[in-house]
């Protein structure tokens, strides 16, 4: 019985000493909720929509920008609708992307419904079929942290799954005006200069 | 000129060529399609420049989303698809259109003119009013001559403007698949 983890607890984990360069493509739903409860970021480009389209922004971004680090937070839901683009991401092989899904098996926004990650699809091993190379599976603490130091010295495409438990924590909502998060995101993005 | 080169075919056959100048003169460096035998020839003019990155995508809507990302990088993609693909983009056109990102489609069009697989009809007709309907902007280009500065006009709109451009390459001006 693989051990879940709180998702909240998780995410302050995974960016706790964020570096400069880390620029985060939250997904549709909990995930932008877990990304804003740590406070405001203009590096953080929320999506409030575009469902299965997290993987694929981020490796736009990766591609166009090299000597950023980017890393794409979602849920198991959001990565499932967008399956292909891991197949997508393996053939481009960006050193500087990151695909870390948080995985409870449920789509938490709707009802606690059952996605098909639950007990049926593993999505690290989808990874690994897609040929990235640096996947993780990530059940508890200490693999947690593991991941956490990775996320800041990475040099090849990593994708990692995080067991989170099936629970709702209070939503925090960033601003859902699409316009003013891609302005300031490109404003933080020239400011970083690279 | 040998008794086979015929002018008129010469100069239609040039189309993806001078298409393929525009994206190097407008600084596309990345290129997502897929594969559709109307974009062939500038699929491979692309994949084989060391300016463009090439992406091939299992699915249109993938390309919105690269684009998205590209856009919020600071750099110009373009996508490559066939009329089928754009009933595949359209709830992922949402992002353009919430956060106006610029976007340029290049679209070889099926189901119109000589199609022989009716399968392609249903969607190849509605591509323009789907478009619209999406707030992208569309040029549509019957004569070969007219491809390039279609496709010009589009990337200057797109990235001039932050809109969704899209280029219709008409069946007829492509020429129609051979089927034996």
Known sequence: ???????????????????DDLFVVPGLGSTTYDVAS?????RNFYLWGAMGGAAMIGLGLALARPHLRILVLTGDGEMLM????????????????????????VYGETGMQDSAARAHVNLAGVAC???IGDVHNATDEPALRRLAAKLKTFDRTLFARVAIRADEPPRVLPTRDGVELKLRFRRAVMAAGA | MALHEDPAKARSAAWPDQIFAVLKVKDIRHVGYVPDAGHA?????????????????????????????????GERAVLLMQ???????????SLTRSCRFPLVMLVTMRGEWGEFNPWQVPMGSIVEPVLELTDTHVYR????????????AAIDLAFGGELAAAVLLSQRMIGRKQWK
Do not use: H, W, Y
């Open chain 1, 129 to 131: 079929a897609c040929g």
């Open chain 1, 38 to 42: 740590l406070g405001d970021d203009e």
């Open chain 1, 82 to 105: 967008g399956l292909g683009s891991l197949a997508t991401i393996g053939v481009q092989q960006p050193k500087n992307l990151a695909v870390v899904v948080f995985d409870n098996g």
């Open chain 2, 141 to 152: 280009v019957e004569r070969a001559e007219e491809a390039a500065e279609a496709v010009e």
């Open chain 2, 41 to 73: 020839r500038l699929i491979e003019s692309c994949r084989g420049d060391a300016t463009i990155r090439d992406i091939v995508l299992t699915t249109e809507e993938e390309g919105i989303a690269l684009a998205a990302g590209t856009a919020l990088g």
């Open chain 1, 1 to 19: 019985m693989e051990v879940s983890l709180e998702r909240r607890g998780a995410v302050a984990t995974l960016l706790s000493e964020r570096p």
């Open chain 2, 83 to 93: 009329s089928s693909g754009v009933g595949n983009c359209v709830n992922m056109l």
